[in-house]
């Protein structure tokens, strides 16, 4: 009985724990779990908030380009909001990328300041089991950053050519427009529309100022105007009821002819569609048609979700913060990586275009010297951690 009782007590010390240590695995994977779920909300509403401050700045930095154009004439001003809603689509594949980076690394940063990590870490795990969730986090937006960077911004760039193209086609009438000074394609004259009639399309109280074949100035004004195609197909603004002053300024041999009508040619322009560049060529036209600077947009377009993954990974490591000495120094390093990166891919770029090195090699050696660098930094961390947990022991 006495061996029966040990032999019962004994079993019962051997199996007890089972069921124990399952359970505690199970808290353990629930509380891993739930962390990932409350770091990946955190990465989202950070690079949320990081991708709405950059867009901001790029919007406002192209509009006051275009404005600039459009005040000079390089741009017609209804071109403007399209052309900057083009030039967004072709910004935001770098804007995604970096996004990602600060929203990964800002997280992590912010973990290691409020002393979560400690906890991560003394809970058996190290720095390596970042990877999965960061990936699953930016596995997404690397393929939105490929998307427009293989097809979206390509398109966007070939519609603003197509469209600016379109607008320079324009005759001067058809650009009239009420309230607002426009200039002729030939410079010489420059209209001014106070309003229009919807009903009848009749312009009313036109300004035109004008220069005649001997180079002397004249000013036009009548109260309507109106446009008119004659049989051959050409254009012109016919003026009624108005008066028209040449002179020089400071001389007396200004002239005032009154008229009930008068015709002012409109000049016409064809501007030809080009083939597109590089830039504006599809991915399907690089790869059908290689060339030097085809392939190295072509690497260009594949480099950016590439960087915005390696980046995105980079950020784990680079995120260690002592709380006792601040996060300036890391910060500091990662803005100085990223920007490494991705000048050294447009280097890479122009010099894939101008021949100097193999269009089949173009950007990967920096890809591969990034990667790299990214190991040595996992390394140094797992090592440090590792070190750490001896040390302990």
């Avoid at 909300?41 to 690079?47: M, N, Q, Y």
């Avoid at 399209?82 to 992590?108: D, K, R, S």
């Avoid at 960061?134 to 603003?160: D, N, R, Y």
């Avoid at 607008?167 to 650009?175: C, G, N, Q, T």
């Amino acid at each position: 009985m006495i061996i029966a009782g040990f032999s019962s007590s004994r079993q019962s010390r051997v199996r007890v724990p089972f069921p124990v240590v399952a359970l505690r695995n199970h808290s353990f994977r629930l509380i891993v779990t739930i962390f990932h779920r409350s770091i990946t909300k955190e990465f989202t509403g950070i690079s949320l908030g990081v991708i709405g401050v950059l867009v901001a700045i790029m919007v406002v930095q192209q509009l006051a380009f275009y404005l600039k154009q459009a005040s000079s004439g390089g741009v017609e001003p209804e071109a403007v909001m399209a052309l900057l809603g083009f030039a967004m689509l072709g910004y935001l594949p770098v804007l995604l990328a970096l996004a990602l980076f600060i929203g990964v690394l800002l997280a992590l940063s912010r973990s290691y300041r409020d002393s979560e990590m400690q906890v991560w870490f003394s809970s058996g795990l190290s720095i390596a089991a970042w990877i999965k969730p960061v990936l699953k986090f930016g596995m997404p937006i690397a393929l939105l950053t490929g998307l427009l960077s293989l097809f979206l911004t390509p398109w966007a760039l070939e519609q603003s050519a197509e469209y600016q193209r379109i607008l320079r086609s324009k005759d001067d009438a058809a650009r009239l427009s009420p309230g607002s000074f426009i200039e002729s394609r030939g410079a010489n004259r420059v209209f001014f529309v106070d309003n229009t009639s919807i009903e009848t399309g009749v312009l009313n109280n036109i300004f035109v100022v004008q220069y005649n074949a001997e180079g002397r100035p004249g000013i036009v004004v009548a109260e309507s105007a109106y446009q008119k195609i004659e049989a051959n197909g050409d254009k012109f603004v016919v003026l009624k009821n108005g008066r028209d002053y040449e002179g020089t300024p400071g001389k007396l041999d200004f002239r005032i002819i009154e008229f009930d009508t008068q015709k002012i040619r409109v000049e016409t322009r064809e501007v030809k569609a080009t083939a597109p560049n590089s830039k504006q060529a599809t991915t399907w036209a690089l790869i059908a048609q290689p060339n030097a600077e085809r392939m190295a947009e072509l690497h260009w377009r594949i480099a950016l979700p590439i960087a915005a993954l390696v980046l995105a990974l980079m950020a784990v490591p680079l995120s260690f913060v002592n709380p006792r000495s601040g996060a300036s120094g890391n910060l500091f390093m990662a803005i100085l990586i990223f920007f490494l990166y991705y000048n050294l891919l447009t280097v890479f770029q122009k010099w894939t275009e101008q021949g100097e090195i193999s269009p089949w090699i173009g950007l990967w050696p920096v890809h591969i010297g990034m990667i790299a660098t990214l190991l040595v930094l996992f390394s140094r961390q797992l090592f440090s951690f590792r070190w750490l947990m001896f040390a302990r022991k």
